[in-house]
């Protein structure tokens, strides 16, 4: 077929409509139209590209129009969905857009971070505390989830907090906190939500904590050595297997659970240290650790016989030193606490070990040096006030910065992390306590 001549100008055009219909104007592109349209004249290749486009424009809109009557159907099915979920049922929904289980928490974003539960622990008691919750608006006679307000929040903490310790009333608040950001979280993704519910953010926030900070509480958490030696032998004596576990908290700092879980090949022997290293990788099949977290424990050389004649008799690797549960362990220490006239106060069964760990670890590490001492109890007072934690010191205080630096050692045995403030007033208070 012959390709009719094309002027310069014309070509041009040609070029430019084909640029306008996506195909990119090559030479090779440019004569496999001209094949196409070689017998058309100029004229009738633009009425033929103009019926395309107008073809290509249709379809597109019918295809919006079609899409748009689909939204409207889903929203209305919500809509009448959503009207008659449950309370009960619209606060599982909205417990479960909370789920960060399986996932690493220092790869979340900012937003995960603050919404997202990662720890499996964590995830039972907040759900356990999420059922009360529900069970106690049932009961009172909220029957619909879109019925859910602000005050039934207010008027469940208050309810619920009635006679607790106020360590026990932060974790309460923390919980409720969390319930409140899956509640809008849930609300905030449903499309045809908005007019049903209106704009329900804020149900429960740091706010609505009491006039008081329990965080600011400087209540003793750590059993003085005295006291931890007398529950010990009281444990060794009558309850075996509960001092397996609770002995891990002394030594290693491991919370009840971890003392319950962890098994004969976390323990490593270092040969330079000529003592045992407690090592537990991140993602562990064992779930050892909260978040099933990184966690590395050098133990003191002084407690090696122990351990081990204690890894000698367990057969296999994954043997569990202490197969029991973190509740039987509380309960018994609980037991022993009171057998022996021993005043509990704020401190945890267990945890009172591992802040007892956490203070001689600290003391260890700065060598009891009484500058970096009094560096620490200034930071702390800097922190219970409000304040920065370096208010007040030089910039590049040697002093501050061995504080700073011992704290970060012993939150990360701990398994807290770096610049833990808020947890170095409660596990690091030495101001009022003697050393």
Request: with cysteine; net charge positive.
């Amino acid at each position: 077929m012959a390709i009719p001549e094309f002027s310069k100008a014309e070509l041009v055009l040609l070029k430019k409509l084909m640029r306008g219909e996506g195909i990119k104007p090559s030479s090779r592109a440019v004569r496999a139209m001209l094949r196409l349209y070689g017998d058309q004249t100029l004229e009738e290749f633009q009425r033929r590209s103009r019926e395309r486009e107008r073809d290509r424009s249709e379809r597109k809109l019918r295809s919006e129009m079609k899409m748009q009557k689909n939204l409207k159907m889903q929203a209305k099915e919500k809509q009448e969905r959503l009207e008659q979920l449950t309370i009960r049922q619209g606060l599982k929904d909205s417990f479960h857009t909370l789920h960060g289980l399986g996932r690493k928490k220092h790869s979340a974003n900012v937003m995960e971070k603050e919404y997202l539960i990662f720890s499996k622990g964590t995830w039972e008691k907040y759900k356990l505390e999420c059922e009360k919750m529900t069970e106690y608006l049932e009961n009172r006679g909220l029957v619909y989830f879109k019925d859910l307000k602000r005050e039934h929040f207010l008027e469940y903490f208050e309810v619920r907090s009635a006679g607790l310790k106020e360590s026990t009333i932060v974790n309460l608040e923390s919980k409720l906190i969390k319930i409140s950001n899956g509640v809008e979280k849930f609300v905030q993704s449903e499309e045809a939500i908005s007019t049903l519910y209106g704009d329900k953010v804020g149900y429960f926030t740091r706010d609505d904590r009491g006039d008081y900070n329990a965080n600011t509480s400087r209540a003793m958490r750590s059993y003085s050595k005295e006291e931890a030696n007398r529950i010990l032998e009281e444990l060794r004596r009558t309850r075996p297997d509960v001092f397996r576990g609770v002995i891990l908290s002394r030594i290693a700092g491991l919370r009840a659970e971890e003392a319950s879980l962890i098994e004969k090949r976390h323990f490593q022997w270092n040969e330079e240290r000529q003592a045992y290293d407690i090592v537990i990788h991140s993602g562990d099949r064992s779930h050892v650790t909260k978040a099933n977290r990184y966690r590395y424990i050098p133990v003191a050389s002084k407690w090696n016989n122990y351990l081990g004649e204690e890894l000698g008799r367990l057969k296999n690797e994954t043997d569990r030193l202490c197969p029991t549960t973190k509740d039987y362990l509380n309960k018994s220490v609980n037991v022993v606490i009171k057998r022996l006239g021993i005043h509990k106060g704020d401190r945890g069964a267990v945890h009172g070990f591992r802040h007892l760990y956490a203070r001689e670890r600290f003391l260890e590490s700065i060598q009891k040096d009484p500058t970096v001492l009094d560096a620490t109890n200034r930071i702390v007072d800097n922190l219970h006030q409000g304040f920065r934690a370096n208010k007040g010191f030089q910039q590049d205080d040697p002093s501050y910065e061995k504080a700073i630096k011992a704290m970060d050692q012993v939150h990360g045995e701990l398994g807290h992390g770096k610049e833990r403030f808020n947890l170095a007033k409660t596990y690091l208070d030495f101001k009022n306590y003697s050393v």
